[in-house]
């Protein structure tokens, strides 16, 4: 739920910005969503777009998030791997039924503890 | 066509536009604010925790026996945070400690510009004497409270042993922002399938390092580990 008072923070940034570059329209938004950062990316997007209406100058902003893939630390090798939250689409079954919790791919253990990741910001702005 | 004067030049108003690189937080506006609350703390020469949970955990249970321990050596102050009413202030009051409620009206979590508020409140009730500890209870909620900074120097969360040992693992954010966990209601154990080793466990893999205390507030059982907890972190 503390989606929505994000993406009301990202609108106050973006009026700041907006006057301080004396721009009319906001056209564009890029932002980064950190794995780990505990935001939902569809709710942070629904508040966003549920937002930005009440405002005109950035009524027709397209906000683009980036979502990368969550980096861990294997506690017992030690080696850092990049292992995506889900399977592309045609694994789909195999995600189902693949055991949790997900494991080291170089030692195959299971003590994989998430680095970094928490990261939410506001990469770019494009406005005219 | 170009909707705006309806010309036929396709995107002619947007021969202007152009492109800022930020990079900033998105929660630059809070992290000002909370490092601005922390340094108002200082000021009155005080250190604040801010303790996070689920509903129902124990948090102002804790605080209610925290105060009786300490309150003959350390002045305390609590801002609680609640969706609705005034019970908790109430209780932490009938201890004789100042307390400010806040109450968000619906929001699932304290920000820094709501704790800045109970600072200047919390300052006026403690006509003169000042501070040494401030604990701000959050909202109870395991998932939210975990973004905001509130200007704390220490971040307490609490498990309780009715939830379940798998909560370290199911709300990662929280527990890894954490600087210390308290299992809480431990005289509990007996009742519940909950495993101090799995929680101990899933909660260090997540921070390595984590600091983990047990106690019940009823019994009293390892509760005096809590409280060299606070005093080593007032002497430092």
């Known amino acids: ?128 | 066509m170009c909707d705006t004067c309806g010309c036929q030049l396709h995107d002619h108003h947007h021969h202007d536009a152009k492109v800022v690189e930020v990079n900033r937080s998105l929660l630059e506006a809070n992290q000002k604010q909370a490092q601005s609350n922390r340094g108002h703390i200082e000021q009155m020469g005080a250190l604040a925790i801010n303790l996070i949970s689920s509903p129902g955990s124990g948090k102002t249970t804790l605080l209610e026996r925290t105060i009786e321990a300490l309150k003959d050596t350390v002045r305390i102050g609590v801002i609680e945070g609640d969706i609705e009413t005034e019970r908790d202030a109430d209780r932490i009051r009938a201890k004789g400690v100042p307390a400010v409620q806040l109450t968000t009206g619906g929001a699932c979590h304290l920000d820094a510009p709501m704790v800045h508020g109970g600072l200047h409140v919390l300052e006026h009730f403690a006509k003169g004497g000042g501070y040494d500890l401030i604990f701000i209870e959050n909202v109870g909620n395991l998932v939210c409270p975990a973004t905001f900074d509130l200007g704390e120097h220490r971040r307490v969360v609490l498990l309780s042993t009715p939830e379940g040992s798998d909560k370290p693992a199911k709300y990662p954010a929280t527990f890894r922002s954490a600087d210390l966990v308290l299992l809480t209601k431990t005289d509990l154990l007996p009742y519940f399938d909950f495993s101090v080793e799995e929680a101990v466990k899933e909660a260090q893999m997540l921070k390595p390092g984590l600091e983990i205390l047990s106690l019940s507030a009823t019994t009293g059982e390892g509760f005096e580990q809590w409280i060299d907890y606070l005093k080593n972190m007032l002497k430092k």
Not at chain 1, 37 to 42: E, H, P
């Open chain 1, 1 to 128: 739920m503390h989606e929505l008072s994000l993406a009301q923070n990202l609108l106050d940034q973006l009026l700041d910005l907006a006057k301080e570059h004396h721009a009319v329209r906001i056209n564009r938004v890029s932002v980064t969503l950190g794995p780990f950062s505990g935001v939902v990316r569809d709710s942070f997007e629904f508040g966003f777009n549920a937002l930005k209406q009440s405002l005109e100058i950035a009524r027709g902003a397209e906000l683009e998030l980036e979502t990368p893939d969550p980096v861990y630390l294997c506690l017992d090798c030690g080696k850092v791997s990049v292992i995506p939250f889900s399977l592309p689409s045609d694994r789909l079954e195999l995600a189902m039924t693949s055991p949790f919790p997900k494991k080291c791919p170089w030692c195959c253990l299971n003590r994989l503890s998430p680095k970094g990741g928490t990261e939410l910001i506001l990469n770019q702005v494009e406005m005219e």
